[in-house]
Protein backbone atom coordinates (compact mmCIF):
# COMPACT_ATOMS: atom_id res chain seq x y z
CA UNK A 1 0.00 0.00 0.00
CA UNK A 2 1.27 3.55 -0.73
CA UNK A 3 2.98 5.18 2.09
CA UNK A 4 0.90 8.02 4.00
CA UNK A 5 -2.36 6.51 2.28
CA UNK A 6 -3.96 4.74 5.19
CA UNK A 7 -3.22 7.83 7.11
CA UNK A 8 -5.03 9.89 4.83
CA UNK A 9 -7.82 7.62 4.71
CA UNK A 10 -7.93 7.92 8.70
CA UNK A 11 -8.01 11.79 8.45
CA UNK A 12 -10.35 12.11 6.11
CA UNK A 13 -12.67 9.38 8.47
CA UNK A 14 -12.04 11.23 11.28
CA UNK A 15 -13.21 14.82 9.27
CA UNK A 16 -16.36 12.71 7.88
CA UNK A 17 -17.08 11.74 11.46
CA UNK A 18 -17.04 14.61 13.23
CA UNK A 19 -18.79 16.54 10.13
CA UNK A 20 -21.65 13.85 10.13
CA UNK A 21 -21.84 13.92 14.01
CA UNK A 22 -22.03 17.64 13.77
CA UNK A 23 -25.05 17.76 11.44
CA UNK A 24 -27.06 15.16 13.22
CA UNK A 25 -26.80 16.63 16.75
CA UNK A 26 -30.13 18.45 16.81
CA UNK A 27 -32.30 18.49 19.62
CA UNK A 28 -35.92 19.75 19.39
CA UNK A 29 -36.91 22.93 21.24
CA UNK A 30 -38.44 21.68 24.61
CA UNK A 31 -41.94 22.75 25.29
CA UNK A 32 -42.37 23.33 29.32
CA UNK A 33 -44.69 20.81 30.37
CA UNK A 34 -47.30 22.55 32.50
CA UNK A 35 -49.33 20.67 35.83
CA UNK A 36 -52.26 22.81 37.28
CA UNK A 37 -50.13 25.84 38.51
CA UNK A 38 -46.78 24.09 38.06
CA UNK A 39 -44.67 23.97 35.72
CA UNK A 40 -42.96 20.34 36.12
CA UNK A 41 -38.59 20.73 35.17
CA UNK A 42 -36.51 17.63 34.86
CA UNK A 43 -33.34 18.04 36.85
CA UNK A 44 -30.01 16.48 38.20
CA UNK A 45 -28.67 17.57 41.09
CA UNK A 46 -25.14 15.39 41.08
CA UNK A 47 -23.19 16.01 38.22
CA UNK A 48 -19.29 16.43 37.95
CA UNK A 49 -17.54 18.24 35.25
CA UNK A 50 -13.74 19.45 34.30
CA UNK A 51 -11.49 20.73 35.79
CA UNK A 52 -12.50 18.03 38.72
CA UNK A 53 -13.39 14.52 38.21
CA UNK A 54 -15.94 15.00 35.00
CA UNK A 55 -14.93 14.90 31.56
CA UNK A 56 -17.16 17.29 30.21
CA UNK A 57 -17.10 21.21 31.09
CA UNK A 58 -20.17 23.05 32.63
CA UNK A 59 -20.13 24.50 29.21
CA UNK A 60 -20.43 21.16 27.31
CA UNK A 61 -22.82 19.51 30.10
CA UNK A 62 -25.56 22.29 29.21
CA UNK A 63 -25.25 21.01 25.97
CA UNK A 64 -25.31 17.62 27.01
CA UNK A 65 -28.23 18.30 29.29
CA UNK A 66 -30.44 19.82 26.02
CA UNK A 67 -29.92 15.95 24.47
CA UNK A 68 -30.90 14.15 28.10
CA UNK A 69 -33.97 16.35 28.24
CA UNK A 70 -32.87 18.05 31.61
CA UNK A 71 -34.11 21.18 32.59
CA UNK A 72 -31.71 22.45 35.34
CA UNK A 73 -28.57 20.67 36.56
CA UNK A 74 -25.97 21.41 39.73
CA UNK A 75 -22.32 21.26 39.02
CA UNK A 76 -21.19 19.17 42.42
CA UNK A 77 -17.59 18.20 42.25
CA UNK A 78 -16.00 16.89 45.25
CA UNK A 79 -14.87 19.69 47.62
CA UNK A 80 -14.00 22.26 45.14
CA UNK A 81 -15.57 25.05 43.44
CA UNK A 82 -13.86 25.98 40.08
CA UNK A 83 -15.66 24.14 37.76
CA UNK A 84 -19.07 25.70 39.69
CA UNK A 85 -17.73 29.03 39.66
CA UNK A 86 -17.14 28.47 35.54
CA UNK A 87 -20.50 27.08 35.51
CA UNK A 88 -22.16 29.96 37.23
CA UNK A 89 -20.42 32.35 34.31
CA UNK A 90 -21.96 30.60 31.90
CA UNK A 91 -23.96 32.94 29.72
CA UNK A 92 -28.17 32.35 31.18
CA UNK A 93 -30.78 32.12 28.31
CA UNK A 94 -34.65 31.17 28.40
CA UNK A 95 -33.90 28.40 26.12
CA UNK A 96 -30.91 26.86 28.07
CA UNK A 97 -31.08 24.51 31.01
CA UNK A 98 -30.84 26.01 34.12
CA UNK A 99 -27.08 26.13 35.40
CA UNK A 100 -26.47 25.85 39.32
CA UNK A 101 -23.50 26.12 41.10
CA UNK A 102 -22.69 23.61 43.28
CA UNK A 103 -20.53 20.76 45.58
CA UNK A 104 -20.53 17.27 46.29
CA UNK A 105 -19.40 18.27 50.31
CA UNK A 106 -16.73 15.01 50.51
CA UNK A 107 -16.48 13.52 53.90
CA UNK A 108 -14.90 9.54 54.84
CA UNK A 109 -18.71 9.99 56.75
CA UNK A 110 -20.37 11.10 54.50
CA UNK A 111 -21.08 12.63 51.14
CA UNK A 112 -23.62 15.48 50.77
CA UNK A 113 -24.79 17.45 47.78
CA UNK A 114 -24.86 21.38 47.93
CA UNK A 115 -26.85 23.00 45.54
CA UNK A 116 -27.47 27.01 45.02
CA UNK A 117 -24.30 27.74 47.43
CA UNK A 118 -21.59 30.50 46.41
CA UNK A 119 -18.32 29.19 47.73
CA UNK A 120 -16.92 25.99 48.81
CA UNK A 121 -18.22 24.37 51.87
CA UNK A 122 -15.49 22.52 53.98
CA UNK A 123 -16.23 19.24 54.99
CA UNK A 124 -17.44 19.39 58.78
CA UNK A 125 -16.33 16.83 61.57
CA UNK A 126 -20.29 16.10 61.36
CA UNK A 127 -23.02 16.08 58.82
CA UNK A 128 -25.22 18.03 60.34
CA UNK A 129 -22.71 21.21 60.97
CA UNK A 130 -22.17 20.70 56.94
CA UNK A 131 -25.83 21.21 56.62
CA UNK A 132 -25.64 24.32 58.51
CA UNK A 133 -23.00 25.45 56.96
CA UNK A 134 -24.87 24.76 53.06
CA UNK A 135 -28.06 26.64 55.07
CA UNK A 136 -25.81 29.75 55.59
CA UNK A 137 -25.10 30.04 52.12
CA UNK A 138 -28.46 29.86 51.16
CA UNK A 139 -28.03 27.05 49.37
CA UNK A 140 -29.92 23.09 49.84
CA UNK A 141 -28.54 19.90 50.90
CA UNK A 142 -29.17 16.78 49.68
CA UNK A 143 -27.54 13.33 51.00
CA UNK A 144 -25.91 11.77 48.08
CA UNK A 145 -26.13 7.85 47.28
CA UNK A 146 -26.80 7.60 51.21
CA UNK A 147 -26.21 3.79 51.71
CA UNK A 148 -25.00 2.24 55.03
CA UNK A 149 -21.62 3.23 54.03
CA UNK A 150 -22.57 6.19 55.02
CA UNK A 151 -23.65 7.77 58.76
CA UNK A 152 -27.13 8.36 57.86
CA UNK A 153 -28.40 7.11 61.33
CA UNK A 154 -28.65 10.15 62.97
CA UNK A 155 -32.41 11.62 63.15
CA UNK A 156 -31.78 15.16 63.53
CA UNK A 157 -29.13 15.37 60.42
CA UNK A 158 -31.94 13.58 58.60
CA UNK A 159 -34.51 15.87 59.82
CA UNK A 160 -31.84 18.84 58.64
CA UNK A 161 -31.33 17.80 55.40
CA UNK A 162 -33.98 18.96 52.30
CA UNK A 163 -33.06 15.39 50.01
CA UNK A 164 -31.85 12.73 49.31
CA UNK A 165 -31.07 10.72 46.45
CA UNK A 166 -33.59 7.56 46.33
CA UNK A 167 -32.44 7.16 42.72
CA UNK A 168 -28.41 6.89 41.76
CA UNK A 169 -27.10 4.47 39.30
CA UNK A 170 -26.29 1.00 40.76
CA UNK A 171 -25.56 -2.30 39.85
CA UNK A 172 -26.41 -3.90 42.78
CA UNK A 173 -30.53 -3.54 44.03
CA UNK A 174 -29.03 -4.03 47.65
CA UNK A 175 -28.10 -0.06 47.57
CA UNK A 176 -31.34 0.81 45.86
CA UNK A 177 -33.02 -1.05 48.79
CA UNK A 178 -30.83 1.23 51.21
CA UNK A 179 -31.69 4.39 49.46
CA UNK A 180 -35.12 3.58 49.74
CA UNK A 181 -34.80 2.44 53.51
CA UNK A 182 -32.77 5.94 54.34
CA UNK A 183 -35.68 7.50 52.22
CA UNK A 184 -38.80 6.19 54.06
CA UNK A 185 -36.21 6.75 57.73
CA UNK A 186 -36.10 10.52 56.71
CA UNK A 187 -39.47 11.03 55.38
CA UNK A 188 -40.52 10.06 59.13
CA UNK A 189 -38.31 12.73 60.75
CA UNK A 190 -38.81 15.49 57.85
CA UNK A 191 -42.50 14.71 56.15
CA UNK A 192 -41.26 17.45 53.41
CA UNK A 193 -37.98 16.38 52.48
CA UNK A 194 -37.11 15.76 48.67
CA UNK A 195 -36.73 12.79 47.08
CA UNK A 196 -33.90 12.80 44.55
CA UNK A 197 -33.23 11.22 41.40
CA UNK A 198 -29.41 12.16 40.61
CA UNK A 199 -26.78 11.01 37.59
CA UNK A 200 -23.95 11.45 39.32
CA UNK A 201 -22.24 11.99 36.08
CA UNK A 202 -18.86 11.32 35.71
CA UNK A 203 -17.52 10.21 32.10
CA UNK A 204 -19.33 7.67 30.72
CA UNK A 205 -22.82 8.36 29.09
CA UNK A 206 -25.28 8.86 31.77
CA UNK A 207 -26.45 12.23 32.46
CA UNK A 208 -30.30 12.34 33.34
CA UNK A 209 -30.13 8.53 33.72
CA UNK A 210 -32.00 8.96 37.25
CA UNK A 211 -33.48 12.17 36.91
CA UNK A 212 -35.85 14.03 39.36
CA UNK A 213 -39.19 16.02 38.49
CA UNK A 214 -39.69 19.27 40.25
CA UNK A 215 -42.75 21.20 40.15
CA UNK A 216 -41.71 24.71 40.26
CA UNK A 217 -43.89 28.03 40.05
CA UNK A 218 -41.09 29.87 38.15
CA UNK A 219 -38.58 28.46 35.67
CA UNK A 220 -35.74 30.29 37.65
CA UNK A 221 -33.01 28.78 40.23
CA UNK A 222 -35.35 30.68 43.12
CA UNK A 223 -37.94 28.11 41.53
CA UNK A 224 -36.17 25.14 41.36
CA UNK A 225 -34.32 25.35 45.30
CA UNK A 226 -38.49 26.76 46.17
CA UNK A 227 -39.54 23.30 44.84
CA UNK A 228 -37.04 20.92 46.75
CA UNK A 229 -37.01 22.75 50.29
CA UNK A 230 -40.99 22.05 49.68
CA UNK A 231 -40.79 18.46 48.75
CA UNK A 232 -42.50 18.95 45.48
CA UNK A 233 -39.94 16.25 43.82
CA UNK A 234 -40.42 13.36 42.20
CA UNK A 235 -37.13 11.10 41.69
CA UNK A 236 -37.09 8.57 38.24
CA UNK A 237 -34.13 5.84 38.86
CA UNK A 238 -32.41 4.49 35.62
CA UNK A 239 -35.42 1.63 35.12
CA UNK A 240 -38.22 4.05 34.28
CA UNK A 241 -39.58 3.78 38.47
CA UNK A 242 -41.14 6.85 40.19
CA UNK A 243 -40.87 7.67 43.80
CA UNK A 244 -42.22 10.45 45.84
CA UNK A 245 -45.69 11.88 46.77
CA UNK A 246 -48.56 9.50 45.40
CA UNK A 247 -50.39 12.36 43.86
CA UNK A 248 -47.15 13.89 42.50
CA UNK A 249 -46.27 10.86 40.83
CA UNK A 250 -49.45 10.56 38.86
CA UNK A 251 -49.21 14.13 38.36
CA UNK A 252 -46.29 13.22 36.47
CA UNK A 253 -47.66 10.20 34.42
CA UNK A 254 -50.48 12.27 33.46
CA UNK A 255 -48.24 14.65 31.60
CA UNK A 256 -44.60 13.35 31.32
CA UNK A 257 -41.73 15.27 30.68
CA UNK A 258 -39.62 14.12 27.42
CA UNK A 259 -37.02 12.19 28.10
CA UNK A 260 -33.34 11.78 25.87
CA UNK A 261 -33.81 12.83 22.13
CA UNK A 262 -31.96 10.77 19.68
CA UNK A 263 -33.31 11.27 16.25
CA UNK A 264 -30.15 9.73 13.99
CA UNK A 265 -29.19 7.21 16.19
CA UNK A 266 -27.39 4.87 13.23
CA UNK A 267 -25.36 8.28 11.83
CA UNK A 268 -24.69 9.51 15.55
CA UNK A 269 -23.14 6.35 15.71
CA UNK A 270 -21.74 5.99 12.78
CA UNK A 271 -19.94 9.68 13.55
CA UNK A 272 -18.70 7.86 16.45
CA UNK A 273 -17.36 4.69 14.86
CA UNK A 274 -15.66 7.04 11.61
CA UNK A 275 -14.17 9.54 14.47
CA UNK A 276 -12.89 6.50 16.34
CA UNK A 277 -11.44 4.73 13.70
CA UNK A 278 -10.25 8.01 12.10
CA UNK A 279 -8.10 9.37 15.26
CA UNK A 280 -7.08 5.83 15.85
CA UNK A 281 -5.82 5.62 12.29
CA UNK A 282 -4.20 8.48 12.79
CA UNK A 283 -1.99 7.83 15.40
CA UNK A 284 -0.82 4.64 14.47
CA UNK A 285 -0.58 4.06 10.88
CA UNK A 286 2.11 5.01 8.67
CA UNK B 1 1.46 -0.08 7.22
CA UNK B 2 1.93 0.91 10.80
CA UNK B 3 3.63 3.46 11.83
CA UNK B 4 7.11 4.17 13.59
CA UNK B 5 5.58 5.33 16.54
CA UNK B 6 3.94 1.65 16.61
CA UNK B 7 6.89 0.11 15.88
CA UNK B 8 9.29 2.16 18.34
CA UNK B 9 6.10 0.82 21.39
CA UNK B 10 7.37 -3.11 20.68
CA UNK B 11 10.93 -2.49 19.70
CA UNK B 12 11.88 0.48 21.74
CA UNK B 13 15.72 0.10 21.58
CA UNK B 14 16.22 -1.11 17.89
CA UNK B 15 13.74 1.72 16.89
CA UNK B 16 15.20 4.75 18.38
CA UNK B 17 18.49 3.12 16.86
CA UNK B 18 17.23 3.44 13.47
CA UNK B 19 16.07 6.92 14.29
CA UNK B 20 19.23 8.74 15.56
CA UNK B 21 21.20 6.78 12.54
CA UNK B 22 18.87 9.43 10.23
CA UNK B 23 19.48 11.86 12.63
CA UNK B 24 18.15 15.46 10.90
CA UNK B 25 17.73 18.86 13.26
CA UNK B 26 13.83 19.15 14.00
CA UNK B 27 12.21 22.39 13.91
CA UNK B 28 9.86 23.16 17.15
CA UNK B 29 7.19 23.06 14.80
CA UNK B 30 7.67 19.74 13.80
CA UNK B 31 8.12 18.44 17.61
CA UNK B 32 4.55 19.84 18.82
CA UNK B 33 2.89 17.40 15.82
CA UNK B 34 3.25 14.52 18.06
CA UNK B 35 1.96 16.27 20.91
CA UNK B 36 -1.27 17.84 18.96
CA UNK B 37 -2.06 14.50 17.74
CA UNK B 38 -2.54 13.16 21.56
CA UNK B 39 -4.51 16.37 22.28
CA UNK B 40 -6.50 15.45 19.21
CA UNK B 41 -6.74 11.95 20.56
CA UNK B 42 -8.23 13.18 23.55
CA UNK B 43 -10.32 15.81 22.32
CA UNK B 44 -12.21 13.28 20.50
CA UNK B 45 -12.37 10.51 22.58
CA UNK B 46 -12.93 12.11 26.26
CA UNK B 47 -16.21 13.55 24.82
CA UNK B 48 -17.03 10.48 23.02
CA UNK B 49 -17.19 8.37 26.32
CA UNK B 50 -18.85 11.22 27.86
CA UNK B 51 -21.55 11.81 25.43
CA UNK B 52 -21.45 8.90 22.75
CA UNK B 53 -21.39 11.62 20.67
CA UNK B 54 -18.94 13.80 18.57
CA UNK B 55 -19.66 16.38 17.23
CA UNK B 56 -17.16 19.97 16.34
CA UNK B 57 -18.16 21.85 19.54
CA UNK B 58 -16.84 19.39 21.49
CA UNK B 59 -13.59 18.19 19.98
CA UNK B 60 -12.72 22.23 20.35
CA UNK B 61 -13.89 23.22 23.50
CA UNK B 62 -12.18 19.75 24.67
CA UNK B 63 -9.09 20.19 23.38
CA UNK B 64 -9.18 24.19 24.54
CA UNK B 65 -10.08 22.22 28.38
CA UNK B 66 -7.44 19.17 28.14
CA UNK B 67 -5.00 21.03 26.84
CA UNK B 68 -3.12 21.75 30.17
CA UNK B 69 -2.60 17.92 30.41
CA UNK B 70 -0.58 17.42 27.53
CA UNK B 71 1.26 20.75 28.10
CA UNK B 72 1.89 18.80 31.83
CA UNK B 73 3.24 16.08 29.88
CA UNK B 74 5.34 18.31 27.22
CA UNK B 75 6.89 20.01 31.07
CA UNK B 76 7.87 16.89 32.21
CA UNK B 77 9.52 15.74 29.12
CA UNK B 78 11.73 19.16 28.93
CA UNK B 79 13.18 18.25 32.28
CA UNK B 80 14.01 14.94 30.84
CA UNK B 81 15.27 15.86 27.25
CA UNK B 82 17.04 19.70 28.12
CA UNK B 83 20.33 18.43 28.35
CA UNK B 84 19.32 16.99 24.70
CA UNK B 85 23.14 15.63 24.15
CA UNK B 86 23.98 16.26 20.74
CA UNK B 87 20.64 15.41 19.55
CA UNK B 88 19.10 19.28 19.91
CA UNK B 89 16.39 19.88 22.46
CA UNK B 90 13.70 19.90 20.14
CA UNK B 91 14.95 16.53 17.61
CA UNK B 92 14.66 14.65 21.51
CA UNK B 93 11.41 16.13 22.46
CA UNK B 94 10.21 14.49 19.14
CA UNK B 95 11.93 11.09 19.98
CA UNK B 96 10.52 11.29 23.02
CA UNK B 97 6.90 11.81 22.36
CA UNK B 98 7.38 9.03 19.59
CA UNK B 99 7.04 6.78 22.57
CA UNK B 100 3.16 7.85 22.84
CA UNK B 101 2.00 4.68 21.85
CA UNK B 102 0.95 3.04 25.41
CA UNK B 103 -0.74 5.99 26.43
CA UNK B 104 -2.53 6.75 22.75
CA UNK B 105 -3.94 3.14 22.95
CA UNK B 106 -5.30 3.37 26.59
CA UNK B 107 -7.07 6.31 25.69
CA UNK B 108 -8.83 5.14 22.83
CA UNK B 109 -9.76 2.02 24.16
CA UNK B 110 -10.91 3.95 27.40
CA UNK B 111 -14.70 4.07 25.91
CA UNK B 112 -14.83 0.40 26.05
CA UNK B 113 -12.90 -0.37 29.17
CA UNK B 114 -15.47 1.95 31.18
CA UNK B 115 -18.35 0.78 29.53
CA UNK B 116 -17.78 -3.30 29.77
CA UNK B 117 -17.38 -3.59 32.76
CA UNK B 118 -19.94 -3.60 36.26
CA UNK B 119 -17.11 -1.89 38.04
CA UNK B 120 -17.30 2.16 38.40
CA UNK B 121 -15.04 3.82 35.68
CA UNK B 122 -12.99 5.70 37.94
CA UNK B 123 -11.97 2.28 39.26
CA UNK B 124 -11.41 0.37 35.90
CA UNK B 125 -9.12 4.13 34.78
CA UNK B 126 -7.19 3.89 37.52
CA UNK B 127 -6.26 0.15 37.46
CA UNK B 128 -5.86 0.06 33.55
CA UNK B 129 -3.76 3.10 33.97
CA UNK B 130 -0.99 0.92 35.25
CA UNK B 131 -0.36 -1.15 32.25
CA UNK B 132 0.94 2.49 30.22
CA UNK B 133 2.65 3.41 32.89
CA UNK B 134 4.58 0.86 33.12
CA UNK B 135 4.80 0.02 28.93
CA UNK B 136 5.97 4.26 28.83
CA UNK B 137 8.93 2.90 31.37
CA UNK B 138 10.06 0.40 29.21
CA UNK B 139 10.30 3.17 26.24
CA UNK B 140 11.97 6.00 28.20
CA UNK B 141 14.44 3.09 29.60
CA UNK B 142 15.45 2.83 26.03
CA UNK B 143 15.21 6.30 24.51
CA UNK B 144 17.76 7.04 27.48
CA UNK B 145 19.84 4.12 26.58
CA UNK B 146 19.72 4.83 22.78
CA UNK B 147 19.15 8.15 22.26
CA UNK B 148 21.43 9.84 25.06
CA UNK B 149 23.67 6.76 24.86
CA UNK B 150 23.51 6.56 28.77
CA UNK B 151 24.81 3.71 30.34
CA UNK B 152 22.29 0.19 31.71
CA UNK B 153 22.10 1.65 35.47
CA UNK B 154 21.75 5.64 34.90
CA UNK B 155 19.40 4.55 31.90
CA UNK B 156 16.90 2.90 34.41
CA UNK B 157 16.90 5.40 37.21
CA UNK B 158 16.29 7.95 34.87
CA UNK B 159 13.22 6.31 33.56
CA UNK B 160 12.29 5.55 36.61
CA UNK B 161 12.51 9.28 37.84
CA UNK B 162 10.30 9.79 35.16
CA UNK B 163 7.97 7.21 36.62
CA UNK B 164 7.45 8.60 39.98
CA UNK B 165 7.13 12.01 39.28
CA UNK B 166 4.34 11.24 36.47
CA UNK B 167 2.71 8.69 39.20
CA UNK B 168 3.20 12.20 41.90
CA UNK B 169 1.56 14.30 39.31
CA UNK B 170 -1.15 11.87 38.47
CA UNK B 171 -1.75 10.93 42.44
CA UNK B 172 -1.76 14.71 42.91
CA UNK B 173 -4.36 15.57 40.22
CA UNK B 174 -6.24 12.48 41.39
CA UNK B 175 -6.52 13.50 45.05
CA UNK B 176 -7.75 17.14 44.06
CA UNK B 177 -10.73 15.83 42.15
CA UNK B 178 -11.40 13.26 44.13
CA UNK B 179 -11.77 15.93 47.16
CA UNK B 180 -8.48 15.22 49.15
CA UNK B 181 -6.53 12.31 51.15
CA UNK B 182 -9.30 11.32 53.78
CA UNK B 183 -12.37 11.67 50.87
CA UNK B 184 -10.15 9.33 48.60
CA UNK B 185 -9.38 7.02 51.75
CA UNK B 186 -13.10 7.11 52.80
CA UNK B 187 -13.71 5.83 49.23
CA UNK B 188 -10.99 3.04 48.91
CA UNK B 189 -12.23 1.73 52.49
CA UNK B 190 -15.61 1.44 50.50
CA UNK B 191 -14.76 -0.19 47.63
CA UNK B 192 -12.73 -2.84 49.67
CA UNK B 193 -15.63 -3.52 51.69
CA UNK B 194 -17.81 -3.97 49.10
CA UNK B 195 -15.39 -6.19 47.58
CA UNK B 196 -15.21 -8.71 50.66
Redesign the interface.
Known sequence: MTRGLPRTIAAFALIAGVVIGTAVDRSPQREPVRSGEYLILAGDFHVHASPGDGSLTPGQLRDEAVRAGIDVFAVTNHNQFLAARQAARLTPSADAPIVIPGEEVTDRNYHLVAVGIHDVVRPAPSAALAVADIHAQGGIAIAAHPGNAFAWRDDSTLSAIDGTEVAHPEHEDKYRRQYLETFARARRVNPHIAPIGSSDFHNTPALGECRTFLFVRERSVAGVLDAIRAGRTVAENERGELFGDPSLIERVRQAPPRGRTDLHPAWRRLSVALAWLGVGGLLFLA | ??????RLAFAPSATYGQLIAHNRPTSWRRALVRPA??L??IA????????????????L??AA??SPVVAIQMAIAAIFVAPARGVGFWRAMDLWFAG??PY??WI?LL?FL??ST?LP??DV?GVSLIAPLLWTGVITTAFFRTVFRMDAWTARRRALLHLAIVVIVVLALGL?????I??T??YL??RW??LL
Open positions: MFSIDVLVLLVVVPMMATDQITAGLVTSAWHVSLLPTNAPHIWAAGGSALGVRNA
